[in-house]
DNA sequence: GCTTGACCTGAACTATAGTTAAGGTTTTAT
DNA sequence: ATAAAACCTTAACTATAGTTCAGGTCAAGC
């Protein structure tokens, strides 16, 4: 425990690690990439804000919605303030998160029906199946009709 | 093109790549990885039976889903017969896919139903959040009551 | 005052899914 | 017959998210 003023104001790294429910060498991970950041004592170790706590819990949360840590970092940076995120900014980042969330379990959700129609189906078309032909790239619809080759067929 | 037959029966690494819309290096990468198979020329080129245009599209498909390669060759190998996936192979790994991407879905879901919940709170207590403490994890609710110490709360 | 646990740095390593480069061989087309 | 396009292998490199190790320092308890 780091015991720098009356009271335990500052955590090392071994206690943000703990209360976080991280590694030690997580929260370095994160020190490094930029998402968070520490003061040093006389004797160079790590001691951090309590504040950090809310921001590690804000990381952990972003990430299990599948957000990769570099998007994280700059949502955080983009925060008015640099210092502990509010109530306001995390109610921001968590709307903005669950709007993301709803987009890719939407994505998903298209792909599972696809795949519901495919399975009895089974062409596999290249060109033909939606499967293979998704949504997002569904635009250009390709040149050409093709023949269809039942026994040896030009897309599997 | 790789001529060998008075048809053309065999397919050369760039002829598959280029039917399947993927790259050379990822069709030498899934051989690596055994998730396919060729054989050789005299001359030590690599040649695909015709088959593999579908193996490569379930493939595909099976990667849009989220499930990594090793899981998705561990799945081709249980097949009965280890060759050309019948339409019937398509169906009983396609379902069972489908499951899957459901559950994930039904994951995503529930990350988003407790995100939108805790998204006017922001308490993010390691505690009590159940944001932080996730359903999969749900089972011990962990020991003792917390104080809510309202300028730095014992969790964020 | 000394031992033990916690901490420091930097480098290397893990896994996943490939890509890129280098140097050499084979096929194909003219 | 020759030049270009395609192919071969091995090794190293990319990105993401960390973990592990080695060698050394700091801090706390007894």
């Keep these: 425990m780091a015991e720098v003023g009356p009271l335990q104001r500052y955590l090392s790294v071994g206690d943000v690690a703990r209360r976080c429910g991280i590694s030690v060498s997580a929260v370095h991970f994160y020190e490094r990439k930029g998402l968070i950041s520490s003061i040093r004592t006389d004797g160079n170790q790590r001691r951090f804000h309590r504040g950090i706590l809310r921001k ?3 990381i952990k949360v972003a990430q299990k919605t599948g957000i990769p840590l570099a998007e994280i970092g700059a949502a955080l940076d983009k925060l008015p303030r640099n210092t ?3 109530a306001e900014d995390w109610a921001k980042l ?6 993301d969330l709803n987009e890719r379990i939407d994505q998903l959700t298209r792909l599972r029906d696809q795949l519901g129609q495919c399975i009895g189906c089974g062409c596999l078309s290249i060109s033909d199946c939606p499967l293979r032909n998704p ?3 569904l635009a250009q619809a390709g040149p050409g ?8 067929p030009d897309t599997p």
């Design 94 to 99: 968590s709307s903005q998160w669950r709007d």
């Design 56 to 58: 590690l819990a804000i």
């Design 84 to 86: 502990v995120p509010t």
């Design 135 to 137: 949504y997002d790239e």
């Design 145 to 152: 009709a093709r023949l269809l080759e039942m026994d040896e």
